[in-house]
């Protein structure tokens, strides 16, 4: 059996956020990092509640029926369910030498991950050129 990209990419992001949260908790108890926390969970959710309309996928392939969604967080970030893992996770990088290597190792399967994904978001959508011109990847103005 063939897995896909986006299953190993899948597979590998949740390997990589299992070990972060056995190695390190769930929850970090220092105030910057509970508000990292926070914006993380919040940042997600709204991603969710927007998309939702348009058949939410872990996966990096597009299911049927899918629009291109360009209002709430991603009228100014295209992926801000990543960048919402990534300010969550953040706090548990800085703990150990293992929870640093994870992290970085999360970072680059969802750079991977959202890499291949605007490949199948250029072909499915003519449109798409345009939008990823008006908006960031991850973080507003750095990338």
């Known amino acids: 059996m063939k897995m896909s990209k986006g299953l190993i990419f899948v597979c ?3 390997s ?22 926070l914006l993380g969970i919040t940042l997600g959710l709204w991603a969710i ?3 939702r309309s348009s058949k939410l996928n872990i996966f990096p392939e597009l299911r049927k029926e899918s629009r291109l ?5 991603y009228k100014e970030i295209r992926h801000p369910m990543y960048a919402a893992v990534l ?5 548990f990088a800085i703990n150990s ?25 250029l072909e499915a959508f003519p449109h798409y050129a345009t939008y990823r011109q ?9 990338y």
Not at 97 to 119: C, F, M, Q
Not at 134 to 142: D, E, G, Q, S, V
């Open 12 to 14: 590998l992001q949740f």
């Open 16 to 37: 990589l956020i299992t070990f972060l949260i056995f190695e390190n908790g769930w929850f970090s108890l220092n105030s910057i990092e509970i508000m990292l926390h």
């Open 49 to 51: 509640m927007v998309m």
């Open 69 to 73: 969604v360009a209002e709430g967080p």
């Open 87 to 91: 300010v969550y996770f953040l706090p």
């Open 97 to 121: 030498y293992p929870s640093a290597l994870a992290y970085l190792g999360l970072l680059v399967t969802l750079i991977l991950k959202l890499n291949y994904e605007e490949k199948l978001l």
């Open 134 to 142: 008006k908006t960031h990847r991850l973080l507003p103005f750095i």
